[in-house]
């Protein structure tokens, strides 16, 4: 009494109690709650008729579902999710210029073809390579759930060996502030609250949501001079040290208003980071972003001879190789210093002394 279905084989079976039951597969079973092969027999068929009904409904679905559908589903599921507002945005953004791009496709017909005539015509309408693989990434994330709701078999986003990535190639730029730099940005900050959320960026390099999301008593231990930093991209809890140059500032700030958040004044992160380029244009700092005072903290790290690995550690990076992009950054700053250096003989002065 075997049948083959699309969620695989059922079969009738009894157990030693005398009950008869529907094993779909070796670990999965239905109770019939009756001893009566004649019933169990009738009973299976029913339960097949349901599993048939059950998948054409399904086949159906996955046949007719649009983008937007998808979209539509996949957003609500994302609601249950703890990911950042930027993270919701960029999920959204990603289907809407997609869909208008492209049209609202059914979701089993996108394909390579189809995602390359997207970047190309994101390039055409002035977007920037990192912000068209922002949308790439997002758009891979959400076929991945499709792929487990069974609407598509295959993720058309993901790079296959012998094709070219899906990816646009985008060159990397660590950029970091020097510290005659950063002496210069703090005398043109005229606002005590946020030179000190700079410094304690500088002092830490916490992502800004990290730096934005700090409560004062949720994630501040002043016993253990640490950070306890719990939204993080790779949803690790990580435990920051707190400087000795910051520890009294914070304390007070937490003595003054024990509850709520460290920095109040700025809901949104891209307030914040406006407030720095600001800042930053006034000490003539040409092209610096927040995200900056980050990779300062690691690049300084490094230079006074900290180890890599509890670099990693304190920056969160998942993979070493994340790291390992400071040091070649660090790398290509040593040589322009050596490159910088003029050890040349004064031809003439030596001249006059031989003589």
């Not at 959204?92 to 995602?115: H, P, Q, W, Y």
């Amino acid at each position: 009494m075997r049948s083959k279905n699309g969620r695989g084989e059922m079969k009738l079976k009894q157990r030693d109690n005398g009950y008869w039951y529907i094993y779909v597969n070796r670990k999965k079973s239905v109770g019939l709650k009756t001893r009566d092969q004649i019933l169990a027999q009738e009973l299976l068929r029913t339960h097949r008729l349901e599993q048939n009904a059950q998948q054409i409904v399904r086949l159906d679905k996955i046949n007719r579902i649009s983008l937007k559908v998808f979209q539509s589903e996949y957003k609500d599921i994302r609601e249950n999710h703890d990911i950042c507002d930027g993270t919701r945005k960029n999920e959204r953004l990603a289907f809407d210029k997609l869909i208008e791009f492209e049209g609202d496709l059914l979701m089993r017909v996108v394909n390579r073809k189809t995602i390359d005539h997207f970047k190309t015509a994101m390039l055409q309408h002035g977007k920037s390579r990192p912000y068209i693989n922002i949308l790439l990434r997002s758009l891979r994330a959400a076929w991945n759930y499709a792929i487990e709701e069974g609407y598509v078999s295959t993720n058309p986003f993901i790079s296959k060996s012998r094709r070219q990535p899906v990816l646009l190639k985008v060159e990397k730029k660590h950029r970091f502030i020097s510290l005659d730099d950063i002496k210069l940005l703090f005398t043109k900050i005229d606002d005590s609250d946020f030179a000190f959320a700079v410094e304690l960026d500088l002092y830490s390099g916490l992502r800004r949501a990290e730096l934005m999301r700090l409560d004062r008593r949720q994630d501040i231990d002043l016993t253990r001079k640490e950070f306890i930093i719990r939204k993080t991209k790779s949803h690790k809890e990580r435990f920051v040290p707190i400087s000795e140059k910051l520890i009294e500032r914070i304390r007070a700030e937490i003595a003054r208003q024990p509850l709520g958040p460290l920095f109040p004044r700025w809901r949104t992160v891209n307030t914040y980071s406006r407030m720095f380029r600001k800042y930053a244009d006034l000490a003539d700092l040409k092209g610096a972003r927040l995200h900056d005072l980050r990779h300062s903290f690691a690049i300084h790290l490094l230079l006074n001879g900290e180890d890599i690995r509890k670099v990693q550690q304190l920056l969160g990076h998942s993979s070493i190789q994340q790291t390992q992009d400071y040091t070649d950054m660090l790398t290509e700053h040593l040589r322009e210093g050596i490159n910088g250096l003029n050890f040349e003989r004064n031809a003439d002065k030596h001249a006059s002394n031989d003589q």
